[in-house]
């Protein structure tokens, strides 16, 4: 008697920019499960409901690298649509508490959102895909990156960049522990794992390992 072979997850990742600042919103999804995560819903709730849609996908969790408004004024509208709970590390409820003030900052329309519903913590093990959170502080202290190991991808949130990593200048920044997070958390994983960054264009673990402008193996 052989043993059946197991059906293998059928990976989904699109990535596109959303809101006011252009954040880059994934949705994540196993098209065999049909589970899906949405991570940093920073606008445009529509244009993510209906990829959704298209894509055949049930959202069983919204998911947040951090808190700064950028990344989360669409969570309330998709956990309305979906009834999906909300997902954010403990340590950025502070900039979460006041996304309205940081709305006024930015000039940006007025949001209220809803409190998380569970906090993420380091090497959370994600609903879909064999995704794991990572604690990797510094940009905010909250700041989470998530790996999906089998698809070598890492969504790092605006702590790695295309050549640079992310501003450490706002509130709960912190430089040193950006460098530390990125040198002994995110230079651990494959180098040959795409990076997906919290704007602008994807990039590779090895790339920037040897050429990123501020952080080098």
């Known amino acids: 008697m052989t043993d059946k072979p197991q059906a293998q997850s059928q990976f989904i990742i699109r990535t596109f920019p959303v809101g006011p600042l252009q954040c880059n919103c994934s949705v994540i999804g196993d098209s065999l499960s049909g589970k899906a995560l949405v991570i940093d819903p920073g606008g445009d709730?529509?244009?993510?409901?209906?990829?959704?849609?298209?894509?055949?996908?049930?959202?069983?969790a919204i998911i947040h690298t951090h808190a700064h408004l950028d990344h989360i004024l669409a969570a309330g509208e998709i956990k309305k649509a979906t009834g999906a709970p909300i997902l954010l590390h403990e340590s950025?409820?502070?900039?979460?508490d006041i996304v309205e003030q940081q709305c006024a900052m930015f000039g940006v329309p007025k949001v209220s959102l809803?409190?998380?519903?569970?906090?993420?913590?380091d090497d959370h093990a994600l609903d879909c895909c064999g995704g794991v959170a990572i604690h990797t502080p510094g940009h905010t202290p909250g700041s989470v990156s998530f790996w999906f190991e089998q698809y070598k991808t890492l969504i790092a949130g605006d702590t790695l960049f295309l050549g640079s990593i992310g501003r450490t200048d706002l509130p709960g920044g912190n430089f040193d522990q950006i460098v530390t997070s990125i040198k002994e958390r995110i230079y651990s994983l494959d180098d040959e794992a795409i990076v997906v960054t919290g704007h602008?264009?994807?990039?590779?673990?090895?790339?920037?390992?040897a050429a990123n402008g501020f952080v080098r193996a």
């Open 45 to 60: 709730a529509d244009q993510i409901l209906a990829l959704v849609k298209e894509l055949n996908l049930t959202v069983v």
């Open 200 to 209: 602008g264009p994807n990039t590779t673990i090895g790339s920037e390992k």
């Open 92 to 96: 950025d409820q502070f900039l979460w």
């Open 114 to 121: 809803p409190d998380p519903d569970h906090y993420l913590y």
